[in-house]
Structure formats: structure tokens, C-alpha cells
């Protein structure tokens, strides 16, 4: 009996080299152009060429504008026109799958790779981004490099790993309305604690899982590095089979009827065992905030601020008065009610269509709070296209919110400092001290919750909006 992380493994060792490590053969290498730059001249100033350029994929998503009417090299970042620069020349030069800034495929490389097909069920994809393990959410087994690794892996198209420990959440139960997979995974983020993965992969199981659309499952598998998760993914079933039915790089005829009778294998067989089993109770979730600088310092939208007293042993209650000073938050405060200057919508955890409706379902006749600065970024080129052809830009910019072209944006501060000093409730990943800017405070929630939050002008639960 196996699970399916021990399936897709054994599928792609090429050799054991013992001491634990095993060479693999990588399907995927995704590349974008803030970390992937160093590695396209690492291998240039070697003097060497690319294994496998049909199974490399560069993006320009990170350190491009956003900004509507951007150009080539438009960057808030210093070095961000030579990195763009000398991605597209090398993609170019040596003929790879290259997905430039005015590319309508474009978008955040953990969007677009699932949305072209280039991540597929039982395939190992791997990317110097520590969020590469979104494309778990169609059942890749897909981990973050460091750019010497990728460089290893561009030259050989291998690449040695142990392989992780098995950890297997089961997320129970039914999610109310106005639930999310962001509510699921900031709780399971918040019960396990922000180092409750390391060594592990995750699977993610269970009915309310079984139930998640896939990009719902990508929103989950997302956020597994938060908790120290490198690997995190959802085997296939046949929602991924149908989610992946005809997209680009799909396989096409008789070779897609053998892909899906291979992928419907892939399931983790009844009674496998994992090293560590995960409980997660959904029927009683409600939306989840995070207040503090850890995506594990995060509570239920109708809770208070805790006081360092109850978040836990010496060391998290150490965390949680820096935490606390930082946020300029006072112990017992209630969340919902917390002034907010900004709202951003955007990142590769959520701002796919789903993300977007969720939150235009919100925006809907309603206006953002005077004051409060709201952007939506969307995650992809396609995704911005599809939004737009059923009006949801119009709901957007009429409510109040900036609408960008696709990237990483505001996600993590890349120069300009936008969001500096402010409150920022955010459908990103990460809340760390300074992540959107200089004393930036950010609050991790759901798209409904942002959007909510972003009319009322301070954190608002989206179930409770008059
Ligand atoms: C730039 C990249 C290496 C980084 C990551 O690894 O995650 C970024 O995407 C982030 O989210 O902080
Ligand atoms: S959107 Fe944010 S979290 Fe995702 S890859 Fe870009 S910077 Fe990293």
C-alpha cells in the first residue's frame, strides 16, 4: 500500500545514491525572472546549454509593473530591468517556453501552470520559488529550488533529494457558506503552528477537500511553506482530470485517455500510512484573519486579539508581544472593527477567478470606504481577460479599486514601498515585519473578507455586511 507521494516518487527516481538521497527526474522547471535570471547566467557564464528546453517554462511575473500601460523592462525595482532583460535573452537565445510580460498567458508563474497545463497530476515541477507547491492543487508533486539546484536541474533536467516524511491533513466535514480554502488552511496554519511541517509533505484529504474546486485546492496547497510544508498537494481525482481537459499543454487524443488512466492510479491507496495524521474540524470554521507577524498567529474573525498570556509557551508569547507591538495592536481588541488603509487583492494564493468573484460578489453596489486604498491584482493575464469579459473589472473599479495588469505586485514589497507604514488587509500568503513595504502591517484573509473590510474600512466579517 502506498501513498501517492510514494508513487510519484518511485516513478521518477532515476538512481538511489544512497544516504537517504535519490536523483529524480524533473518534469517541470519553471522559471521567473527574479531568482530564475541567476540561473539562466550561471549557466551561460559556465558555457553550457539547457537538457531539456521543451520542459523549461520562464515567466516574467515577479519584478515586472503592474501598472496598466507597462513596458519591457518597467520595474519598481533597481535591478529589475536586467533581471527582465536577461531572462527573455537567454529564454530566447536558447529557444525555451518563455512567457514574456505582454504575453496574453502571462501572470504568476503558480497561476499560469496550471492554467496552461505545464503542472499536471503525478508530475515533479519545480521552480526557485518557495510557493511552487500551488500546483499541488492538481496533483503535481511540486517543491521550491534554490537557484544552484535549478541551475543543476536546467544543465541535467535531475535533481538529488531525500525524500520528505508523509503528513496527511484531513480537513472534516462541510464549510458553511462564506467559507473558504484560505479560512482552511490560516486554521490548520493556526493549530499546527508555523513550523509544524518541516520535514514533511502534506496531503491534503477529506470531504471538505474532496469538495473544493481546484483552485480552491490551489489556495490550500499554497500556503503549505507557511507552515513549513515544502511539499504540499491534493492527488488527482476527477475534478483535476476535468479541470485539465484541453488546456495547452495538455496531452492531446490517445495520449490524454493513458495520462488520465495513469493519473486515476495515483490516489493514495486505503490504509497507506503516513508518519503524521492531521485533524482539521471544518464544520464549525468560520473566516480566519491573521493579527500578528506569523501566519500562525491568526483567529476567527469574531475573536479578539489574544493576549500573549494565551497564545501558547514562552517562546510564542515572546513572539506575540513583538508581534503585537509591530501591528500596534492592544491584547483583547476585536478584530472585526480594526481600521484598515489598504485592501489588496492579488498574489498566487488568491486572485484567480474564483478569488475575484468571491470578492465582486461583495463589491457588488457597494463602495469602498474614503480612505482606504483597495488594488486588485489578478493572478494571471487570463485570468484579468476572463474577468473582464464577465464585467467583474467594471464591479472593481466602480466600488473604488485600482485594476493592474498581472504579477507578483504588492505582494511582497519590491521597491516602492506603497503600502509603508499602513494596515493592509491582504489575500496574500505571508505577514512577516516589513513583507509589503517598510512597517507595513498586513492582515492574511480571504478574498470576501478583504473585499468586506475594504467598504466597511476596517477588518468586517463578509457574512455581517449591512
Ligand atoms: C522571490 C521568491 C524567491 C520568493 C519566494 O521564494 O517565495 C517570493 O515569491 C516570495 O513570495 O517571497
Ligand atoms: S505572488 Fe507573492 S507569494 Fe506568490 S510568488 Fe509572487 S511574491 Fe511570491
Known amino acids: 500500500m502506498r501513498t501517492f507521494l510514494d508513487k510519484v516518487w518511485d516513478d521518477h527516481v532515476v538512481c538511489r545514491l544512497g544516504d537517504g538521497m535519490d536523483l529524480l527526474q524533473v518534469d517541470r522547471l519553471v522559471l521567473h525572472e527574479l531568482s530564475g535570471s ?12 539547457p537538457a531539456s528546453k521543451q520542459q523549461v517554462f520562464t515567466i516574467i511575473e515577479h519584478l515586472i509593473s503592474t501598472y496598466p500601460g507597462r513596458g519591457p523592462t518597467d520595474s519598481a525595482s533597481k535591478s529589475g530591468p536586467v533581471m527582465i532583460q536577461a531572462t527573455r535573452d537567454a529564454s530566447r537565445d536558447w529557444g525555451l517556453n518563455f512567457i514574456d510580460y505582454d504575453d496574453p498567458r502571462q501572470g504568476i508563474a503558480h497561476v499560469v501552470a496550471p492554467e496552461r497545463a505545464i503542472a499536471f497530476p503525478g508530475a515533479t515541477l519545480v521552480c526557485c520559488d518557495s510557493h511552487t ?23 541535467t533536467q535531475a535533481l538529488a533529494q531525500s525524500k520528505p516524511k508523509s503528513m496527511r491533513v484531513n480537513f472534516n466535514g462541510k464549510l458553511a457558506p462564506g467559507v473558504t480554502a484560505k479560512d482552511m488552511v490560516l486554521a490548520l496554519i493556526g493549530q499546527v503552528g508555523a513550523q509544524g511541517g518541516i520535514g514533511y509533505a502534506a496531503e491534503y484529504a477529506g470531504p471538505a477537500v474532496a469538495s473544493l474546486p481546484i483552485e480552491g485546492r490551489m489556495t490550500l496547497c499554497n500556503m503549505s511553506v507557511e507552515f513549513s510544508a515544502k511539499y504540499g498537494f491534493v492527488p488527482p481525482d476527477e475534478s483535476t482530470i476535468e479541470y485539465l481537459h484541453g488546456r495547452e499543454f495538455a496531452p492531446k487524443g490517445e495520449a490524454w485517455d493513458r495520462a488520465a488512466a495513469y493519473w486515476r492510479n495515483l490516489r493514495t491507496d486505503e490504509g497507506a500510512a503516513f508518519d503524521l495524521e492531521v485533524d482539521v474540524d471544518c464544520n464549525a470554521l468560520v473566516p480566519q484573519v491573521t493579527w500578528g507577524t506569523s501566519p500562525q498567529q491568526v483567529v476567527a474573525i469574531d475573536a479578539r486579539v489574544p493576549l500573549p498570556e494565551d497564545t501558547g509557551d514562552t517562546e510564542a508569547r515572546a513572539l506575540a508581544i513583538k508581534a503585537l507591538d509591530y501591528m500596534q495592536l492592544a491584547p483583547g481588541t476585536p478584530l ?18 474564483s478569488d475575484l468573484r468571491a470578492a465582486a460578489a461583495v463589491l457588488k453596489g457597494r463602495k469602498v470606504k474614503p480612505g482606504v486604498q483597495a488594488v486588485c491584482v489578478p493572478g494571471s493575464t487570463t485570468v484579468k481577460r476572463d474577468a473582464e469579459a464577465e464585467g467583474l473589472d467594471r464591479i472593481f473599479k466602480d466600488a473604488g479599486f485600482e485594476w493592474h495588469e498581472s504579477g507578483c505586485g504588492f505582494c511582497s514589497d519590491i521597491g516602492e514601498g506603497r503600502f509603508a507604514g499602513r494596515r493592509v488587509i491582504s489575500t496574500t500568503n505571508r505577514n512577516f515585519e516589513g513583507r509589503q513595504g517598510p512597517k507595513a502591517r498586513t492582515h492574511l484573509a480571504s478574498p470576501a473578507t478583504v473585499a468586506a473590510s475594504a467598504v466597511a474600512g476596517c477588518i468586517a466579517d463578509a457574512r455581517r455586511l449591512a
Do not use: F, M
Open 38 to 49: 541567476q540561473v539562466v547566467t550561471a549557466l551561460r557564464k559556465a558555457g553550457r546549454v
Open 133 to 155: 507547491s500551488t500546483v499541488g492543487g492538481v496533483g503535481a508533486l511540486a517543491w521550491g529550488i534554490g537557484a544552484s539546484e535549478a541551475e543543476h536541474v536546467l544543465a
Open 336 to 353: 472585526a472593527g480594526i481600521p484598515i488603509d489598504v485592501a489588496y487583492i492579488g498574489s498566487c494564493t488568491n486572485a484567480r477567478l
